[in-house]
């Protein structure tokens, strides 16, 4: 870089739902993309009433607002990574894809979101198949767990879980034949002492593990996970080192969780844990 070149900030995209409670969502993308050093933006495709405990609402926002959101934004502000969440129904699923098409953003992240912590549902099972066929193929990654691995295969969460290499495999074909699209398989919903996420393009695979967490706080956390990838993604252009920085900042924003006192259920992770100060029990901070 010669000097006196400033580096440019990554405007990144956020596509999802809101939780009111900021630990999932747009709010919880928002966040974990500030923290990754990106400016971040939102589109809006459904407003659900939710907290720490479950899902009690789901409305979405009509695929037509959806459209103009996103053609308004792409009008006016350079994009250079997508991160798209939860979708809800067909309609807005194709008003998604559509846009990508027109668009054609650098990176596309897709969270298949389908099942809140609480296991409330946010996907209609009857989208489940157009999320498979017409947005999978437009991924640059997807960012499944265990159970949406499943759920996308059709094959049952065990399966997934007895092999989850050839489960990599198998989502990687759901992609499509073109070059440059990786599938993530999550690990979180294994077993052991180390957190494992797989990521292949369907030809090598690289694993990334950090020691597993317990803890309750993991609201959100494939949400916060799939945003600092597209905020890294934007930052870097390289998907190997984008996985490896997102998974490390994943990981500090859970071991850092129980610092907030958020709800009485599954509370959110930590998503400014390197930022914010430590507070002690009796309220001082360590930066007074």
Not at 176 to 183: D, I, L, Q, S
């Amino acid at each position: 870089m010669a000097d006196g070149q400033k580096k440019r900030i990554p405007h990144v995209l956020s596509i999802a739902g809101v939780d009111p409670s900021g630990g999932a969502g747009v709010l919880a993308d928002i966040k974990a993309m500030s923290a990754c050093g990106a400016y971040a933006c939102g589109v809006i495709t459904a407003l659900t009433a939710q907290n720490t405990k479950g899902v009690t609402g789901v409305m979405p926002v009509p695929a037509a607002f959806v459209t103009e959101q996103l053609n308004t934004l792409f009008e006016d502000v350079r994009i250079d990574a997508v991160k798209i969440g939860m979708l809800n129904d067909c309609e807005v699923i194709e008003a998604v894809a559509s846009a990508i098409e027109r668009w054609k953003p650098r990176w596309v992240v897709l969270d298949p979101v389908m099942v809140a912590k609480s296991m409330d549902r946010l996907l209609r099972e009857d989208a489940v198949e157009r999320l498979r066929t017409r947005l999978l193929p437009l991924a640059s990654v997807i960012t499944p767990n265990i159970p949406e691995a499943g759920e996308l295969l059709g094959i049952p969460t065990g399966a997934v879980a007895e092999d989850p290499e050839e489960s990599a495999r198998k989502l990687r074909q759901l992609m499509g034949r073109r070059e440059g699209a990786w599938v993530l398989l999550k690990g979180g919903h294994l077993s052991g002492e180390q957190s494992t996420d797989l990521l292949t393009d369907g030809l090598a695979t690289a694993r990334f593990s950090e020691p597993r967490i317990e803890t309750a706080n993991t609201h959100g956390t494939g949400c916060t996970l799939s945003s600092a990838l597209a905020a890294y993604l934007a930052s870097t252009n390289d998907m190997l080192n984008a996985v490896r920085l997102a998974k490390a900042y994943i990981t500090g924003a859970i071991r850092h969780a129980d610092e907030l006192d958020v709800g009485s259920g599954h509370g959110p992770t930590h998503h400014f844990f390197a930022m914010w100060p430590k507070v002690d029990e009796g309220g001082a901070s360590d930066k007074a």
